[in-house]
């Protein structure tokens, strides 16, 4: 499971944000702009959301590029609409993407940080100026060992929202028996909320290395946001 989420890693960036239950919450100032910046995610993760998105993947020498409009109003396939390069000019790499991307994960849970309520409770507070406070947390995932993976998280405290979120390994690490992860770095920046809206997400970028099948690998993937929408769908109950 977990080798099938490194090869569409962009396509999943919220993969790895299922935190372990929180015991204690961190205190001060910024900890109440950090829990009220994650409450204002959660007021708004029942909607869904349209985007565009620009979709970069480079594996080894091999790059791909796609440009896609995502509405969950639209049905199975469908939802993913591609914008450029034309659909039916797509070459290989690119119809693997688009693949993986209509297969995978993605679709509109990474637009808002709202699954991070639970793991800021274990977050420790590591750097603060006027401008920013950064938490990191230890992430524990059923497919890498403990004190494997951590989470720093970057609060904005003069418009009270979180700007980044970046997932890093701590050291290698063994996530099936013929794989191993070197490195793996993940970076999601949001913009800061407009109104009394939520943040929503700009790019996201990660970078995985390691040994699959006795061989190695190094993918690099980025996606930018852009046109995002708040949409009902028929059939949801979105109050």
Same mark, same amino acid.
């Given at each position: 499971?977990?080798?099938?989420?490194?090869?569409?890693?962009?396509?999943?960036?919220?993969?790895?944000?299922?935190?372990?239950?929180?015991?204690?919450?961190?205190?001060?100032?910024?900890?109440?702009?950090?829990?009220?910046?994650?409450?204002?995610?959660?007021?708004?993760?029942?909607?869904?959301?349209?985007?565009?998105?620009?979709?970069?993947?480079?594996?080894?020498?091999?790059?791909?590029?796609?440009?896609?409009?995502?509405?969950?109003?639209?049905?199975?396939?469908?939802?993913?609409?591609?914008?450029?390069?034309?659909?039916?000019?797509?070459?290989?790499?690119?119809?693997?993407?688009?693949?993986?991307?209509?297969?995978?994960?993605?679709?509109?849970?990474?637009?808002?940080?709202?699954?991070?309520?639970?793991?800021?409770?274990?977050?420790?507070?590591?750097?603060?100026? @006027?401008?920013?406070? !950064?938490?990191?947390?230890?992430?524990?995932?059923?497919?890498?060992?403990?004190?494997?993976?951590?989470?720093?998280?970057?609060?904005?405290?003069?418009?009270?929202?979180?700007?980044?979120?970046?997932?890093?390994?701590?050291?290698?690490?063994?996530?099936?028996?013929?794989?191993?992860?070197?490195?793996?770095?993940?970076?999601?920046?949001?913009?800061?909320?407009?109104?009394?809206?939520?943040?929503? !997400?700009?790019?996201?970028?990660?970078? !995985?290395?390691?040994?699959?099948?006795?061989?190695?690998?190094?993918?690099?993937?980025?996606?930018?946001?852009?046109? !995002?929408?708040?949409?009902?769908?028929?059939?949801?109950?979105? @109050?």
């Amino acid at each position: 499971m977990f080798l099938s989420r490194l090869a569409a890693a962009a396509c999943a960036v919220s993969l790895f944000l299922s935190p372990a239950s929180a015991e204690t919450a961190p205190t001060g100032t910024s900890a109440a702009l950090l829990t009220q910046a994650a409450q204002q995610a959660e007021d708004f993760a029942h909607y869904r959301y349209a985007y565009t998105v620009e979709h970069w993947t480079r594996n080894g020498e091999n790059e791909t590029a796609l440009t896609l409009r995502f509405d969950p109003r639209l049905e199975g396939d469908a939802r993913w609409q591609v914008l450029s390069p034309a659909e039916e000019a797509l070459n290989k790499p690119q119809q693997k993407a688009l693949k993986q991307l209509r297969k995978g994960e993605m679709e509109d849970s990474p637009i808002l940080y709202d699954s991070l309520d639970d793991m800021i409770g274990d977050a420790e507070l590591v750097s603060e100026s @006027e401008t920013e406070a !950064i938490y990191v947390a230890q992430l524990e995932d059923d497919d890498a060992p403990k004190d494997a993976l951590e989470v720093f998280i970057t609060l904005n405290k003069p418009d009270a929202y979180i700007s980044s979120i970046e997932l890093k390994s701590k050291k290698p690490f063994k996530p099936a028996p013929v794989a191993k992860v070197k490195k793996l770095v993940q970076t999601q920046r949001f913009a800061a909320p407009e109104g009394d809206g939520p943040a929503l !997400i700009v790019t996201s970028e990660a970078h !995985i290395e390691g040994e699959a099948m006795f061989k190695s690998f190094s993918t690099d993937t980025r996606q930018t946001f852009s046109e !995002i929408e708040q949409v009902e769908v028929p059939g949801e109950d979105t @109050e």
